[in-house]
Nanobody, 123 residues
C-alpha cells in the first residue's frame, strides 16, 4: 500500500499550490482521505479530510476558506488546492487514509500515510 504525495514547492505569500496524492496497492473504496502537516519544531496537525461518498469535507479553522480538498474515487487520488498561502502554512504536508469516517481530525486514527511533500511560503 502506497500513498504518494506531490505538488509541494516554494511560493510567495498570497500564492497558490495544488497538492496531489495517489493511492496504490489496494482499493480505497470507502476510505476517508486526509491531509496533515508538520511545521519545523511543531507537532503534526490536521488540515483537511474528505469522505468517500458525498464529498463531505472537513477543514481546520486555520485553512477554512483558503484550502479545498477534493478526490477522484475512480483514480484513487485526493487533491488539496491551497490559495492565499501564508508563511505559517510552511510545513511538510502528508496525505493519509482511514477506513472509518469518524474522528477525521485524529492523526492516530489513520491507517495509511504518504511520505510527505514540502511546502514553503515566503513572506
Amino acid at each position: 500500500v502506497q500513498l504518494q504525495a506531490s505538488g509541494g514547492g516554494l511560493v510567495q505569500a498570497g500564492g497558490s499550490l495544488r497538492l496531489s496524492c495517489v493511492a496504490s496497492g489496494r482499493t480505497f473504496s470507502g476510505y476517508t482521505m486526509g491531509w496533515f502537516r508538520q511545521a519545523p519544531g511543531k507537532e503534526r496537525e490536521f488540515v483537511a479530510a474528505i469522505r468517500w461518498t458525498g464529498g463531505v469535507a472537513y477543514y481546520a479553522d486555520s485553512v477554512k476558506g483558503r484550502f479545498t480538498i477534493s478526490r477522484d474515487n475512480a483514480k484513487n487520488t485526493v487533491d488539496l488546492q491551497m490559495n492565499s498561502l501564508k508563511p505559517e502554512d510552511t510545513a511538510v504536508y502528508y496525505c493519509a487514509a482511514k477506513s472509518s469516517p469518524v474522528r477525521v481530525g485524529a492523526e492516530g486514527s489513520y491507517d495509511y500515510w504518504g511520505q510527505g511533500t514540502q511546502v514553503t511560503v515566503s513572506s
